[in-house]
């Protein structure tokens, strides 16, 4: 599998930041589509192979199963007239996080883009995914107020604070989409590269459990 060359330009740019590259991501089954859609880039898909616009990566998701997951607004129609197929439940999902009462507790310092006060709240035991009464987490909050050196520091540890950097609000917005509406594009392009870590990352461990249970499962002779 090999990507074209203008989605390899855009793949590295964006994986800079992280731990990923190219190849991690053709190892785990994703092909130019997938990566299209993760990358948000609509400019290359008349380019793509239109046989290929179904494949599943490693973890069994086509790229408009991707499109839904992230809510990737400007591609979920033209993949749907191309037909592509999907899950319309990922699209419902919202991730995880349940609602609170005193949205004060996190939402706030959220809104005011307070990083330190966030992370003792998170020491506390306060949940980042908490979710107000639009369905919005403290990250939706930063992302939509424009607070970038908040955003960019609880995206680039989301794992460390347990945050779903892909949950929707009632809506189906994620945090990408409000930095998007607001017009904070450079916060736009932080979520972006997260948004890809952590979705290369969840197929790694999908994989791997995957092929970690067909080893344990007894040979067809030894049933």
């Known amino acids: 599998m090999t990507y074209s060359t203008t989605v390899i330009t855009l793949l590295e740019q964006a994986l800079a930041p992280t731990g ?8 785990h089954g994703m092909g130019d589509w ?4 993760l990358l948000d880039c609509i400019a290359p898909l008349s380019q793509l192979n239109p046989q290929a616009l179904n494949d599943r990566d490693y973890a069994g998701h086509t790229p408009l199963d991707i499109a839904y997951r992230l809510n990737r607004t400007a591609l979920i129609g033209p993949l749907q007239a191309l037909g592509a197929e999907g899950d319309k439940a990922i699209l419902e999902y919202k991730g995880v996080g349940a609602f609170i009462e005193n949205d004060k507790y996190v939402h706030l310092p959220a809104k005011q883009g307070k990083l330190k006060t966030l992370e003792k709240r998170h020491a506390e035991g306060g949940c980042l995914n908490s979710r107000d009464g639009e369905g919005n987490t403290p990250v939706h909050w930063l992302a939509a107020n424009g607070h970038f050196k908040a955003t960019k520091y609880f995206s680039e540890k989301h794992f460390m604070f347990g945050v779903d950097i892909d949950a929707k609000n009632n809506d189906g917005n994620t945090p990408r989409n409000l930095a998007i509406l607001a017009g904070h594009q450079d916060i736009a392009e932080q979520l972006l590269t997260w948004e890809i870590d952590n979705y290369i990352t969840s197929v790694r461990i999908r994989h791997k459990v995957s092929a970690g249970l067909k080893e344990m499962l007894p040979r067809y002779k030894d049933r």
Not at 20 to 27: E, T
Not at 34 to 37: E, M, N, S
């Open 20 to 27: 990923y590259c190219s190849h991690d991501m053709q190892a």
């Open 34 to 37: 997938h990566v299209c859609v």
